[in-house]
C-alpha cells in the first residue's frame, strides 16, 4: 500500500505534534515556570498593545469623522499624530473630571468624620459610664483596667529589641518596594510608548503581519486567522463601546432617581458608579459602598434608601440593560453575556469579566456560522 506524497506529510506532521505534546507533558513545570518568565519579560507589551487598542477608538472617529474633512498633503500627514494627541487628551480630562468631583467630596467627608469622632467617642464613654453603673460585670472591668499597671520597662526593651531586628527588615522592605515602583514606572512608560508607536504605525504592523500569514502558512489558513482576528476587533470594539454606553446609562439614572428623592451628592455618586461600573455586573457596587459612605455622615437613614435604591436599579441594570446594551453591541444572546461574566470573574477575576464577553463572542459567532454552513450543505443534499 504506497501513500501519497500530502498523506505522508500529513503523518509526518502529525507525528511532530504527539512528539512536542509528549515533551510539553514531560517537562510541564518547566514549561509553565518558562512562560510565566516570558510573560513578565513582554508584560509592558501587552500593557502597551491594550493600551493602544483602547485608544484606537476614539482616535479612528477623531481621524475619520472629525479631520476627515481637512485636505492637503501637510494636512494628512498631521491628522495622526494631531487624532493621538486628541485622544489621550480626551481620556486624560474625562479621568481629571471624575478625579476632581470625587476626590474633594470625598476628603471633605472624611474631615468631617474626622470632626465628629472626639463628640462620638465622648458620647461612647457616657453610655459605658451609664452601662456600668447598672451592671456590675462591666463596672468591675472597669476598675481592673483601672488598677493595672503597665510595666514600661518591659515595653521599653520590646521596642528596642523591635528596632534592633526589625530594622534590617525595614531597610529590605524599603528597597524592595522602591525596586517595584522604579520597575513599574519604567514598565509604564515602555508600555506607553510602545502603544504609540502602534498606533502610529498600525496600517504599517497589519500588512506585515498578512504578508508573515502568507509566507508561512497557506491561503486558507491565513485568511481564517485574519478573518478571526477582524471579529476579534470589532468584538472587543463595539463590547468597550457598549461598556461605556451602559455605564452612561447606568449613572444618569443614578443622577436622577437621587435628584428626585432629594438625595444628597447625585452628581458625584452617579459619575462614581458610572466610572466603577465599567467592571461589569460587580463594578458598580464600589461605587455604591462609596456613595453610602458619603451620604451616611449626613443622614443614616437617606444612606439606607440610597442602599434599596441601589439595589432596586442594579436589578433594573443586570437583567434588562446590560445584557441588552452589551449584548446587542457584541451579538451575543443576554444568557450568553451573563454567563460569561461568571465563568470570567470565577477563572481570572476582573480582567476574566471584562475579556470573556467578546471572547464569547467570537466563539459564538464563529459556532454559529459553521453551524449554519453545515446545515445548508446537509439540506442541499
Given amino acids: ?10 503523518i509526518k506532521n502529525l507525528m511532530v505534534l504527539a512528539a512536542f505534546l509528549i515533551l510539553a507533558v514531560i517537562y510541564s513545570e518547566k514549561l509553565f515556570f518558562g512562560i510565566i518568565f516570558l510573560a513578565g519579560i513582554l508584560k509592558p507589551f501587552f500593557y502597551g498593545g491594550a493600551v493602544a487598542f483602547v485608544l484606537n477608538i476614539p482616535m479612528k472617529w477623531i481621524e475619520e469623522k472629525l479631520l476627515g474633512r481637512l485636505k492637503g498633503e501637510k494636512v494628512k ?73 503597665i510595666k514600661w520597662d518591659e515595653v521599653l526593651e520590646n521596642v528596642i529589641h523591635f528596632l534592633k531586628n526589625g530594622a534590617g527588615d525595614m531597610l529590605d522592605s524599603t528597597v524592595s518596594m522602591a525596586g517595584s515602583i522604579i520597575s513599574g514606572v ?26 508573515v500569514l502568507s509566507a508561512y ?32 446609562i447606568l449613572g444618569t439614572m443614578f443622577v436622577v432617581f437621587m435628584s428626585i428623592f432629594r438625595m444628597p ?11 466603577t461600573s465599567l467592571v461589569p455586573i460587580v463594578g ?44 446587542n453591541s457584541v451579538g451575543l444572546p443576554s444568557i450568553w453575556v451573563l454567563m460569561a461574566v461568571s465563568v470570567g470573574g470565577s477563572l481570572f477575576g476582573v480582567i476574566g469579566m471584562l475579556v470573556f464577553i467578546p471572547l464569547l463572542s467570537t466563539g459564538y459567532a464563529l459556532l454559529r456560522d459553521g453551524v449554519n454552513k453545515r446545515n445548508d450543505l446537509k439540506s442541499r443534499k
Avoid at 500500500?1 to 500529513?10: A, D, G, L, P
Wanted: glycine share 6%.
Fill in 284 to 327: 458598580a457596587f464600589i461605587g455604591c459602598a462609596v456613595g453610602i459612605f458619603l451620604i451616611l455622615i449626613n443622614d443614616p437613614m437617606q444612606a439606607l434608601w440610597f442602599a434599596v435604591l441601589f439595589l432596586v436599579l442594579q436589578q433594573i441594570e443586570g437583567n434588562l440593560i446590560y445584557p441588552k446594551v452589551v449584548g
Fill in 265 to 275: 451628592y447625585a452628581l458625584v455618586v452617579g459619575v462614581l458608579i458610572a466610572v
Fill in 1 to 10: 500500500m504506497e501513500f501519497s506524497r500530502e498523506k505522508i506529510k500529513q
Fill in 77 to 149: 500627514k498631521l491628522k495622526r499624530p494631531l487624532s493621538i494627541v486628541l485622544s489621550i487628551m480626551l481620556i486624560a480630562l474625562v479621568l481629571a473630571a471624575v478625579v476632581g468631583m470625587v476626590l474633594p467630596q470625598m476628603g471633605a467627608t472624611v474631615s468631617e468624620i474626622g470632626k465628629k469622632i472626639p463628640a462620638f467617642m465622648e458620647q461612647m464613654t457616657l453610655e459605658f459610664e451609664r452601662l456600668a453603673e447598672k451592671e456590675s460585670v462591666l463596672s468591675d472591668w472597669a476598675e481592673r483596667l483601672e488598677s493595672t499597671e
Fill in 186 to 211: 519604567v514598565g509604564m512608560v515602555i508600555a506607553f510608548v510602545f502603544a504609540l508607536y502602534i498606533l502610529a504605525q498600525k496600517e504599517r504592523l497589519a500588512d506585515q503581519g498578512r504578508r
Fill in 217 to 248: 502558512l497557506p491561503a486558507r489558513t491565513g485568511d481564517k486567522i485574519l478573518e478571526i482576528c477582524s471579529l476579534l476587533y470589532k468584538n472587543f470594539s463595539s463590547f468597550i463601546t457598549g461598556q461605556c454606553l451602559e455605564a452612561v
